[in-house]
């Protein structure tokens, strides 16, 4: 299987800042990554999909990067609604499909 | 619009068997795979298995012994098995659909982001 680390697992930020999360994969998984956003008690929302194309309807502040092994979701100016879970998916090797950990943002 | 409702028991003994079942509505059912994925308290995602409208399954091989996915086509639902449940398989569960396409490297097997995903039903075992 895949493993996914992600990192990091949390951290503290304010409105306005610039936040980058990081996902790392233990093979090439070229491109196949997609991010989600979670918040309590809501299933995650997808956010970006083929490592770095936006899906509809998602602010253009949020950006992603990457490819192989390496990977970054970045928040270019944070907003209120962006305190939540952060979680990556490889879709590359689907036995079985994998999740990092996840990187909790919170307010400074 | 496509939307995924999902239900089924909320509190479990441990040796039963959960049954968990998703209906789409809006949208294909053909065309794409269907999910369950897991997130116990206060953990990460976990993968349990997928389907198809055909009925072609896989299962996480950590939980396959124990998982049996099925299709209802004629009601566009999916439905999740997980037999002899203990304390671990206390969890949200979710039902998801994969957006589905096939790559060029592995032409027979599907690859999947999730895009849709139902309102999750937390599953709790306890004695």
């Known amino acids: 299987a895949i493993r996914i680390t992600q990192s990091p697992s949390s951290l503290s930020a304010s409105t306005g800042d610039r936040v980058t999360i990081t996902c790392r994969a233990s093979q090439g998984i070229s491109s196949y990554l997609a991010w989600y956003q979670q918040k309590p008690g809501k299933a995650p929302k997808l956010l970006i999909y083929?490592?770095?194309t936006l899906q509809s309807g998602v602010p253009s502040r949020f950006s992603g990067s990457g490819s192989g092994t390496d990977f970054t979701l970045t928040i270019s100016c944070l907003q209120s609604e962006d305190f939540a879970t952060y979680y990556c998916q490889q879709y590359y090797s689907y036995l079985p499909l994998t999740f990092g950990g996840g990187t909790k943002v919170e307010i400074k | 619009q496509v939307q995924l409702q999902q239900w089924g028991a909320g509190l479990l003994k441990p040796s039963e068997t959960l049954s968990l079942t998703c209906a789409v509505y809006?949208?294909?059912?053909?065309?794409?795979?269907w999910s369950w994925i897991r997130q116990p308290p206060g953990k990460g995602l976990e993968w349990i298995g997928e389907?198809?409208?055909?009925?072609?399954?896989n299962y996480n091989p950590s939980l396959k012994s124990r998982v049996t996915i099925s299709v209802d086509t004629s009601k566009n639902q999916f439905s999740l098995k997980l037999s002899s449940v203990t304390a671990a398989d206390t969890a949200v569960y979710y039902c998801?659909?994969?957006?589905?396409?096939?790559?060029?490297?592995?032409?027979?097997?599907?690859?999947?982001?999730?895009?849709?995903w139902g309102q999750g039903t937390l599953v709790t075992v306890s004695s």
């Open positions: 083929a490592a770095s």
């Open positions: 809006g949208g294909s059912f053909s065309g794409y795979y």
């Open positions: 389907i198809n409208h055909s009925g072609s399954t």
């Open positions: 998801a659909r994969g957006y589905t396409f096939y790559i060029a490297a592995r032409p027979r097997f599907p690859v999947y982001y999730f895009d849709y």
